[in-house]
């Protein structure tokens, strides 16, 4: 009983490792351009965790020197106890606001509360800075909703540049494309090490985080989905990915747009 039982192991391993050959040397991995984006964000920012509703957001009591998130997975120093008593204006939307890649002081957020309370010189204002990098549109919303249930700010400010620009261009692309349920601890390792269950998980009914691509591998997929032409294509020597290149969509270069900060 027990030889048959190993017997049978070893053939569906053995058949398994044929079937991983056989995609591995013959089959296209087909893997959309929105997955390589939400992979890369999640899996290469330290600051960054998984979020059910939004994709993801920041990760709480996260701190490096020049980077800090308070208890309440905010940019910035904690929140003082008498926000109540305080004018509260609630900064939301991408990079722009979340401040990349310059200091926790540095970002418009804290500049505009130390300008406000240096003009009215009782510290009467806080400005909180709820901006996520690569934040669509929708997320910004969502994550608006959320926080309107946990605070009652007098001014709401919103700041959506780029991101909805450039993944517009896109022909799969919607406001929630970026929100997809993130892979199980055990389907990662998979999709990490198995071309087979690469494949199977391109396939439209499969998940939509299966993506293991660099950031440099990322930007070459995207100008040639965006088929950008030659000029644009190699901008470092030796033609080598230049991921600056891939803020030019079409006729518009969102990089000469006023306060551009990349994602």
């Excluded at 208890?71 to 910035?76: E, F, H, M, T």
């Excluded at 601890?185 to 090490?193: E, F, G, H, S, T």
């Amino acid at each position: 009983m027990l030889v048959v039982l190993v017997v049978n192991i070893s053939i569906t391993i053995a058949l398994w490792l044929c079937l991983e050959a056989i995609v591995w040397l013959f089959v296209d991995e087909q893997v959309s351009l929105l997955s390589k984006i939400q992979f890369v964000t999640m899996t290469s920012r330290d600051f960054v965790v998984a979020d059910s509703d939004r994709g993801f957001r920041l990760r709480a009591n996260f701190s490096v020197p020049a980077l800090h998130v308070n208890s309440q997975g905010l940019r910035g120093k904690e929140l003082p106890k008498d926000l109540v008593d305080k004018r509260l204006i609630l900064a939301l939307g991408e990079s722009t606001t979340f401040g990349w890649p310059v200091t926790d002081d540095e970002a418009y957020p804290s500049r505009l509360e130390a300008i406000l309370n240096s003009a009215t010189l009782d510290n009467s204002n806080v400005v909180v800075n709820a901006g996520v990098p690569s934040y669509s549109s929708k997320q910004v919303l969502l994550y608006t909703e959320y926080l309107l249930t946990r605070f009652r700010p007098d001014i709401v400010l919103v700041s959506i540049l780029w991101n909805d620009l450039f993944y517009s261009s896109l022909e799969d692309w919607t406001p929630q494309s970026l929100i997809p349920s993130y892979p199980s601890k055990l389907w990662q390792m998979l999709l990490a090490y198995s071309p087979l269950c690469r494949w199977l998980a391109s396939k439209p009914t499969g998940p939509q985080l299966v993506d293991f691509y660099s950031l440099d591998a990322l930007m070459e997929q995207t100008r040639r989905h965006l088929s950008l032409g030659p000029d644009r294509s190699a901008r470092t020597s030796g033609g080598a990915p230049d991921p600056a290149s891939a803020r030019h969509i079409g006729t518009i270069d969102v990089g000469e747009l006023p306060g551009f900060c990349a994602s």
